[in-house]
C-alpha cells in the first residue's frame, strides 16, 4: 500500500531533550516536507527536500534540522526541543517538485514540558 | 501565492450534494485551484485541482469560474466519512510545494 508512515505518532518530551521524528514513503517520490499544524494558525511548512542530498527552510525553520540522505526517509529533529514546539506534525510527499498533489502522514503529535 | 476565502462553515443533509464556495480573486495566470480535506487531525487529503477547465474525478468535481476568481467544490453524494475541513488553495508549480492551507471550511454532513 502506497503511503507515507511517521514514528512516533504520539511523544511527550522534556525541555531540551534531543528528539527525532521518522517519516518513510514508499512512493519514490522525490519531494518531501515537515508541517507543523497549530489551533487558528493552519499548516505550515518547516523544512521541504526536492530530492537526496537537497533541503530548503520553509516559513517556520528555526528549532528544526532535517536531512535526507536517501529518497524514502526525511527524518525531523529537533535538537533542544522547547514548549513552544509543541504541535502536532505531518510529514508529506510528492510524486514531483511542483505537483502539489502531496500525500500526506497520519501526523506526529508532540508535547514538550 | 494568492490567498483564498472561504465559508467557516457549512452542514449538509446526508446523500445530498455539498457545494463548497472558494473566492480567489488575487488568483494570477500559472496558479492551480487545489482542493485537500482533512478529517480530525488526520493527515490531509488531496482531492482535486484544476487550472481554468472544470475537474471531475472519482472523488469530487471542481468547477471554476470563466474568470478564475472564485470555485466551487462539489460531492455529489455526501456521507458522513465527508464530515471534515476542506481546504482551497491556490499554487503555482514553481517547486517549493508549500501549500498555505488557512483556516477552511468545516462541512458536517448530517444524518
Known amino acids: 500500500e502506497a503511503q507515507v508512515t511517521q514514528n512516533p505518532r504520539y511523544l511527550i518530551t522534556v525541555t531540551g531533550k534531543k528528539l527525532t521524528v521518522t517519516c518513510s514513503q514508499n512512493?519514490?517520490?522525490?519531494?518531501m516536507s515537515w508541517y507543523r499544524q497549530d489551533p487558528g494558525l493552519g499548516l505550515r511548512q518547516i523544512y521541504y527536500s526536492m530530492n537526496v542530498e537537497v533541503t530548503d527552510k520553509g516559513d517556520v525553520p528555526e528549532g528544526y534540522k532535517v536531512s535526507r540522505k536517501e529518497k524514502r526517509n526525511f527524518p525531523l529533529i529537533l535538537e533542544s526541543p522547547s514548549p513552544n514546539q509543541t504541535s502536532l506534525y505531518f510529514c508529506?510527499?510528492?510524486?514531483?517538485?511542483?505537483?502539489?498533489?502531496?500525500?500526506f502522514g497520519p501526523g506526529t503529535r508532540l508535547t514538550v514540558l | 501565492d494568492a490567498k483564498t476565502t472561504q465559508p467557516t462553515s457549512m452542514d449538509c443533509a446526508e446523500g445530498r450534494a455539498a457545494n463548497l464556495p472558494c473566492n480567489h480573486s488575487t488568483i494570477s495566470g500559472n496558479e492551480y485551484v487545489y482542493w485537500y480535506r482533512q478529517i480530525h487531525s488526520q493527515g490531509p487529503q488531496y482531492i482535486i485541482h484544476g487550472l481554468k477547465n472544470n475537474e471531475t474525478n472519482e472523488m469530487a468535481s471542481l468547477i471554476i469560474t470563466e474568470d478564475r476568481k472564485s470555485s466551487t467544490l462539489i460531492l455529489p453524494h455526501a456521507t458522513l466519512r465527508d464530515t471534515a475541513v476542506y481546504y482551497c488553495?491556490?499554487?503555482?508549480?514553481?517547486?517549493?510545494?508549500?501549500?498555505?492551507f488557512g483556516t477552511g471550511t468545516r462541512l458536517t454532513v448530517i444524518p
Open positions: 508529506a510527499s510528492s510524486p514531483w517538485t511542483g505537483g502539489n498533489e502531496q500525500f
Open positions: 488553495i491556490v499554487a503555482d508549480q514553481t517547486g517549493a510545494n508549500n501549500l498555505f
Open positions: 512512493m519514490n517520490h522525490e519531494y
